[in-house]
């Protein structure tokens, strides 16, 4: 399991985004666990 580096306020800030940003937002998100998740597999764990 990933340790998520954005607080609860900024899911909240989030949620309450513009449509266009959202979608942005949701790629930046997923964007940046898939890079956690290929550098813990490097990692040999």
Same mark, same amino acid.
């Given at each position: 399991m990933h340790?998520?580096?954005y607080s609860p306020s900024q899911l909240q800030?989030? %949620?309450e985004?513009?449509?266009p940003f959202k979608a942005?937002?949701?790629g930046l998100i997923? %964007?940046?666990l898939?890079?956690?998740e290929k550098?813990?597999?490097?990692?040999?764990t």
């Open positions: 340790e998520l580096h800030e989030l %949620y985004a513009p449509k942005l937002l949701y997923s %964007y940046k898939d890079i956690l550098e813990a597999r490097k990692g040999g």
